[in-house]
């Protein structure tokens, strides 16, 4: 029975922040940057779908390391048929967190663009579009680094902890967008 990890939640909250980003955008209404608007909200909708489907990838990837585990592992030359199993099943594991760490990277990005010209009545909806994004994204950390441990190629383990480095710059402007929307609500 396969069951959702820590993938698929950080890609259904990668989905939620495009789709908080993608209504902002629906409700501004700026006529002189209405063709702004309509390139944002066809962006989030196409990250809430991608980051839909990758949830489901992460489910797939999760039942193939699932069985990989239950693997015979009597013998030598079945233990090590089975890590090498692991190994390449884990390393498939990482794609769909890597695709919602790319994902809420993009969401952060749509997100500081639209904040200027958001519906002021919306705009702790940009802030929680952020949040969200920033929760993908140090989830998808997770679910890559739970991964590490059991895959045997070293460059490609080297590659995935370098990538998984952007969530601290990911995060900071997350924060800053926050920051930013606290101010406009607050003075």
Not at 37 to 64: K, N, P, T, Y
Not at 89 to 106: C, F, I, K
Not at 170 to 184: G, H, K, P, S
């Given at each position: ?18 789709s908080l980003v993608a209504m902002v955008g629906r409700f501004t209404k700026a006529e002189e940057h209405a063709e702004l ?28 390391v699932a069985e990989a585990m239950k693997m015979p592992r009597g013998t030598a030359e079945e233990k090590e048929k089975r ?59 997770l679910a890559v680094e739970a991964n590490l441990a059991g895959i045997d190629d070293e460059a490609a383990r080297a590659g ?28």
């Open positions: 029975m396969a069951a959702p990890g820590a993938g698929a939640t950080a890609a259904v909250e990668a989905a939620l922040s495009a608007v309509r390139e944002i909200v066809a962006a989030a909708d196409a990250q809430r779908d991608a980051c839909l489907g990758a949830a489901a990838d992460d489910e797939a990837a999760f039942s193939a890590r090498r199993r692991l190994s390449e099943v884990q390393l498939d594991a990482t794609r769909p967190p890597l695709a919602v760490l790319a994902s809420a990277g993009e969401l952060v990005e749509l997100a500081r663009r639209v904040l200027p010209i958001a519906n002021r009545n919306l705009v702790s909806d940009v802030a929680a579009a952020t949040a969200a994004a920033r929760a993908a994204a140090t989830t998808a950390r995935l902890v370098s990538t998984v480095a952007v969530v601290e710059d990911l995060a900071r402007r997350a924060d800053e967008i926050e920051a930013e929307v606290r101010t406009m609500m607050h003075g």
